[in-house]
């Protein structure tokens, strides 16, 4: 065994308390940042803790870079208008980005609809959401471990420049997307299809594109025309051959989602493992510099264009899922089920980075809607998750992952924190029924 799980007992109790909440928030993506604000708007008092400086989690570190999620999916979108399906903290964020300047009109994405962010407006946006008197933010601060009396979530142990400290709280809310306290509390949690995930990209922005060429070129859709594809599939040197460029708020820029990370050796890589995680941010610069070089020489308007910068780190679309009370299946999403106790809609396809092309299967005309104790881990106490890292098989979640989707996760958590605090009721016990009418 590489690493150990929890550090010793007596060394926890030993360390300096930074102090007691009635919700810590554990992460600062989508689900995180939605997760904090609803619940300080519900009084409660909330640490919310990231390890980088800034939040957003993948949608900017990563530079994914587009509220998928929002909209239905038709069969014909040219002759179609985006109808919104998703509304709650994703449409309170989409409106603020809005008003920024920072979100591009709805823009053809196969049979659906996505919209373009700007990552800049998405830091001050949820900056200015997260500056409430009743949240405290801790950038640059790591979950490391759990304090808990057997199942029963204490608190957590965060690393800092200036070393380890513990925080208590009521309830934790875990929006790690990795599901680490959860899995540091040595509750269940299962990673992808036996183990292999989807596999990460490493997305990146290109500058000085003449938009209008370009365009005529590629058309409408923001997923690659079958003559790029043709173009793709002739190159060894390009691992995916199937690509999404998003056109952004910034004039002559292109967002790119094109690149398939595996090890140097073409293995699927596990990023919870710090070796694998450093193998695919390696391997993530030549494969992004070799599409960009591919773009240059092939696609008419690209030309002159330039290289602007990589994301931060390298994209994940999955780690560890939750053993929940309940789960989402592959068939849920392709059954377009429905339940009492949904949290949210979705028409998003189940879009499988795994293999050459990533797979898209669309729900025409029709959503499925996940259940609210897809959130709730089946043991452990005063504990919940937000985010991608929800109870759901290996295809669902390839659906369900996507930001809007997230937003609404993180209300729903603290909208149950909310309650299971002031009743006194495990999460175990809420009524998803009460989650779902308070959406
Ligand atoms: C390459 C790629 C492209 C994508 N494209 C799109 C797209 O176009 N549109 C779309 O809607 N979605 C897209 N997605 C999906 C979407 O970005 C994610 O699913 C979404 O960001 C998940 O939100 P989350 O809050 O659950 O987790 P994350 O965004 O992963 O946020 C988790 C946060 O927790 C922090 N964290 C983790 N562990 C700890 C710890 N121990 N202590 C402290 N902090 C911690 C992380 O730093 C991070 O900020 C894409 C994803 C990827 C990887």
């Known amino acids: 065994m590489r690493y150990s799980l929890n550090l010793p007992t007596d060394y926890k109790n030993d ?54 999620g ?45 919209a373009t962010h700007d990552c800049a407006k998405y830091k001050k946006v949820a900056t200015d959401m997260l500056r409430q008197d009743n949240i405290t933010v801790l950038y640059h601060t790591q979950m490391v471990d759990v304090i808990a009396e057997d199942d029963t979530l204490k608190g957590l142990v965060l690393h800092t420049k200036s070393g380890f400290t513990s925080v208590y709280a009521q309830r934790v809310i875990d929006a790690s997307g990795d599901a680490d306290v959860v899995f540091k509390l040595g509750q269940k949690t299962r990673k992808g299809q036996n183990g292999i995930i989807q596999n990460p990209t490493m997305m990146f922005k290109v500058g000085n594109v003449d938009m209008e060429t370009y365009l005529d070129y590629w058309g409408e859709n923001t997923i690659s025309p079958p003559k ?39 293995r699927a890589l596990d990023v919870t493992d ?65 339940c009492s106790d ?44 937000a985010g991608r890292c929800l109870s759901s098989e290996h295809e669902a979640l390839a659906s369900c992952r996507v930001t809007a989707q997230c937003f609404e996760y993180g209300k729903a958590a603290a909208l149950a924190t909310h309650i299971s605090i ?9 009524d998803g029924k009460r989650i779902a009418d308070l959406m």
């Open 228 to 266: 790029v594809v043709s173009m793709l599939e002739a190159n060894d040197a390009l691992l995916r051959k199937k690509v999404w460029l998003f056109p952004t708020v910034n004039p002559g820029e292109l967002l790119v989602n094109a690149t398939k990370i595996t090890g140097f050796d073409k």
């Open 422 to 430: 002031k009743e006194a009721l495990d999460f175990q016990a809420i």
């Open 15 to 68: 360390l300096p308390r930074f102090g007691d909440f009635d919700v810590i928030v554990a992460g600062a993506g989508p689900a995180g940042v939605a997760a904090a604000v609803t619940a300080a708007e519900l009084d409660l008092k909330v640490l919310i803790i990231e390890r980088l400086g800034f939040c957003g989690g993948a949608a900017v570190a990563g530079l994914s870079g587009t509220i998928c």
């Open 274 to 338: 710090p070796v694998d995680h450093t193998e695919a941010e390696q391997f993530s610069i030549y494969q992004a510099d070799e599409f960009f070089n591919f773009m240059k020489a092939n696609l008419p308007g690209c030309e002159n264009s330039y290289f602007i910068d990589y994301a931060t780190e390298v994209g994940v679309r999955q780690t560890r899922s939750i053993d929940g009370i309940k789960t989402l299946t592959n068939d849920n999403v392709v059954n377009g089920d429905k």
């Open 70 to 114: 929002l909209y239905k999916s038709v069969e014909d979108t040219s002759n179609s208008e985006p109808e919104q399906l998703v509304f709650g903290f994703a449409e309170r964020f989409r409106h603020a980005l809005i008003e920024a300047g920072g979100l591009t009109e709805p823009q053809i994405y196969g049979k659906t609809w996505v």
């Open 342 to 385: 949904a949290i949210v809609k979705s028409a998003w396809p189940i879009e499988l980075h795994y293999g050459d092309k990533p797979r898209t299967e669309w729900l025409v005309d029709d959503h499925y809607e996940v259940p609210f104790h897809t959130l709730v881990p089946k043991h452990g106490k005063n504990l919940i998750v």
